[in-house]
């Protein structure tokens, strides 16, 4: 594990910490996720941010202009200390770090739902209430599309795939068949 990645989880963890005393989780996670967004769309800000040469003073009043009236005083706060120091380029890690703490400390999971095409939100939800027995956890849905399935769905949860998918059954159908041939 690199040293960034410790140093990005140690903001995470005293983040979530910070915001569970004070009933902000969602809040922050929220928070956390515009501010990413809003550099990936803006990829000259995120270039500023992140440039050696500026210093802190500049880059600290920059993002005083843009979000300081947007976020919380504790979401403001972590960024002006990973800018005070030099630690900018953690963010994004951060955010990643975060969002699993708390969904951890909350009893949550995501699952990124893999279909041929566009769902419908009852289907989504469906999905959500089957995974989340299954689990023993609330489950979050994202989805997106994989053109390459025929037919049926795969559920990414963690490091887990569940895969229901039409080709994902061909496959295994093919396997069975081979291993029978085979004795």
Do not use: C, W
């Amino acid at each position: 594990m690199s040293q960034d990645t410790i140093v990005a989880k140690r903001y995470a963890k005293a983040l979530f910490e910070l915001a569970k005393e004070q009933n902000k989780i969602a809040q922050v996670e929220e928070e956390l996720k515009f501010i990413v967004a809003v550099l990936k769309e803006n990829s000259d800000l995120h270039k500023l941010i992140k440039h050696p040469g500026i210093g802190t003073v500049s880059k600290t009043a920059l993002l005083k202009n843009i979000f300081e009236s947007q976020l919380s005083e504790i979401t403001f706060s972590t960024l002006l200390l990973l800018i005070d120091k030099g630690r900018e380029e953690l963010l994004e890690s951060l955010v990643g770090y975060f969002v699993t703490i708390a969904s951890e400390a909350l009893g949550q999971a995501k699952a990124i739902v893999y279909t041929p095409v566009v769902l419908q939100q009852a289907e989504l939800d469906h999905i959500a209430a089957t995974f989340s027995q299954l689990v023993g956890k609330q489950i979050r849905v994202e989805t997106a599309i994989d053109t390459s399935l025929l037919g049926g769905i795969k559920v990414r949860i963690g490091d887990r795939l569940y895969d229901g998918s039409l080709s994902g059954k061909l496959d295994r159908l093919q396997k069975s068949l081979n291993s029978t041939q085979a004795l």
